[in-house]
């Protein structure tokens, strides 16, 4: 009995200690948190004042950085399409230059205003930009130049003078005079008879009065007249190919010959009349006329050049700034 009255005694003592343990730590845990929450409030809100700060800053810095990224992106958006539109009008303007080059290659070679006013119009296609207001003054002033010369057919010029050639061929020639020696009976009657006709017809003569200006010609015999018209074939012939070759002067020469020729030789007629026509009209055809040369094209198409090399700058040759973007804490 002692002895469980001794144990109890000794329960009771070790839990008073337990107790005042507990009440001894939980005192110094009420002064512990009294003295050190307020500082740690206090480093918390900073803490937290601090976060709110960066981030703040942070979310702007990244709002100044796509800002500027998203102006560098439309920078480069317009340069593309400044550089592609340079491209193009240096494209063009060597287009018209090689046209024109062409157009006047073709005046100082061949002489053919058909084939060089076609190069021109064609060039004036190219010529649509803002940027070639000067190039296609130029093209209008020189195809205005162009069209007011007479363009020469030459397909059309040889033509007429083939048929001119055919026609020539079928041209009757005068014949040869047959010289009759009279015998006297009849020489005394032709005295006779024109005697009399000469008195009945001096007054009917006196109004008509024939003057010929040119020397007569001898009439040719056949084997000379084969000879003739030889030579009208050989010199129209001469006419065509230098109509082709545009040599002016053997051309009227030739024409002049036949024309010559044709009035002295064959009988006139008609036809002979339409062909003499004919051979005038052709023979008023310049075959180099005066052509204007195209400077003003030429030079107006070097300055466009010249200004589309100057503005056009290599897009990689640009150095854009990279902003640097904002460090997250």
Request: glycine content about 2%; aromatic content about 4%.
């Amino acid at each position: 009995m002692t002895e469980q009255n001794a144990n109890s005694n000794q329960r009771k003592k070790s839990l008073v200690v337990f107790i005042a343990i507990l009440a001894i730590l939980a005192i110094i845990i009420a002064v512990l948190w009294k003295y050190y929450w307020p500082r740690f409030s206090q480093g918390m809100s900073a803490s937290e004042e601090q976060t709110t700060v960066i981030s703040a800053s942070t979310i702007v810095n990244l709002q100044n950085n796509l800002a500027q990224k998203q102006a560098m992106i439309q920078e480069l958006q317009q340069e593309v399409q400044k550089q592609s539109a340079m491209k193009e009008a240096t494209w063009k303007s060597i287009v018209i230059e090689h046209l024109v080059r062409m157009a006047d290659l073709t005046l100082n070679t061949t002489g053919d205003v058909k084939v060089a006013l076609a190069f021109l119009l064609t060039a004036k296609t190219y010529t649509g930009d803002p940027e070639a207001l000067t190039i296609n003054h130029a093209l209008n002033k020189d195809i205005a130049s162009l069209q007011s010369i007479p363009i020469v057919d030459t397909e059309e010029l040889i033509l007429k003078i083939d048929a001119i050639n055919k026609q020539i061929s079928e041209l009757p020639t005068i014949p040869p005079r047959i010289t009759v020696v009279p015998t006297k009976t009849e020489e005394q009657t032709q005295k006779t008879t024109l005697n009399r006709f000469l008195v009945s017809a001096v007054q009917a003569l006196k109004d008509i009065v024939v003057i010929r200006h040119q020397t007569v010609e001898p009439i040719l015999p056949p084997e000379q007249i084969t000879i003739l018209r030889f030579n009208i074939q050989a010199k129209l012939l001469q006419a065509e190919l230098s109509v082709m070759q545009r040599q002016n002067k053997v051309y009227q020469m030739c024409l002049a010959k036949v024309i010559d020729w044709v009035a002295k030789y064959f009988v006139s007629s008609n036809s002979n009349a339409n062909i003499l026509n004919m051979l005038q009209e052709l023979k008023q055809v310049d075959l180099q006329p005066k052509l204007p040369a195209l400077t003003e094209s030429l030079t107006a198409i070097q300055n466009l050049i010249k200004t589309d090399n100057t503005a056009v700058v290599p897009s990689s040759q640009k150095i854009i700034a990279q902003p640097q973007g904002a460090r997250l804490l």
